[in-house]
């Protein structure tokens, strides 16, 4: 395959995969709603890794700046953040998700079970997809790894906002920072405990 890139011409087969991959995700949200009345995804963003920030995440792992690395040593070229209104929408996304045809899941890591040190929480996927694409061995159909992380809201709010001040230059305070960076996490995860529970007494209402 042609050289074009860090991702060797496969830039328009990670598109197809990761349309996809929305468009089924999509699609379950959709019949779920009309089934229970319950929306699962509240937002879906989806992003094929840009060029320059590959190419960095190859450096930082010690790996050469090719396609190989950049498709089988690492797993995220593909990303999908879906975003939820309640705790155990997580679970029913992610239940939705091991069932697509076609799809291993290779890893999942649950930080909203097991936090982060830091408050983070997210529950986190890696799938190893197979697709009518061509990949990067020539194969066709290809197979492609893609990375699905499923939040909160609340969840969702606070990663944002902690990725800004992460990346502050100059931060003398940073103990307290990061002290109260865990207290709002904690105090967010403590809300969206809550709101699952006002959810469930309404559901046994009804």
Same mark, same amino acid.
């Given at each position: ?13 990670? =598109? ?33 890794k840009?060029?320059?920030?590959? #190419?960095?995440?190859c450096?930082? #792992?010690?790996? $050469? ?15 999908? #953040?879906?975003?939820?209104?309640f ?11 091991r ?5 291993q ?10 936090v982060? $040190? ?13 697709? $009518? ?7 066709? $159909? ?6 699905? =992380?499923?939040?909160?809201?609340a ?8 990725? =800004?001040l992460?990346?502050k ?12 960076l ?9 809300t969206?405990?809550?709101? =699952? ?6 559901r046994?209402?009804?």
């Amino acid at each position: 395959m042609a050289d074009n890139g860090i991702y060797g011409g496969c830039k328009e087969s990670l =598109q197809h995969v990761l349309d996809d991959l929305k468009g089924k995700i999509k699609q379950y949200s959709a019949e779920e709603k009309k089934k229970t009345g319950i929306k699962l995804v509240e937002h879906l963003i989806a992003r094929i890794k840009e060029e320059d920030s590959m #190419r960095e995440k190859c450096r930082r #792992r010690g790996l $050469p700046e090719t396609p190989e690395s950049a498709l089988r040593e690492l797993y995220d070229a593909i990303g999908i #953040r879906v975003v939820c209104a309640f705790r155990d929408d997580i679970y029913r996304n992610v239940e939705l998700i091991r069932s697509f045809p076609g799809v291993q899941v290779v890893t999942e890591k649950d930080y909203v079970k097991n936090v982060k $040190p830091n408050g983070y929480r997210s529950y986190h996927m890696i799938l190893l997809v197979e697709a $009518p694409y061509t990949d990067i061995d020539g194969n066709n $159909p290809g197979k492609f790894y893609a990375e699905i =992380q499923l939040r909160t809201i609340a969840m969702d709010s606070w990663a944002a906002l902690e990725h =800004q001040l992460k990346y502050k230059k100059n931060i003398t305070n940073t103990e307290l920072i990061v002290s109260e960076l865990k207290r709002c996490a904690d105090e967010m995860a403590s809300t969206d405990v809550s709101m =699952q529970t006002i959810r469930d007494l309404i559901r046994e209402d009804n």
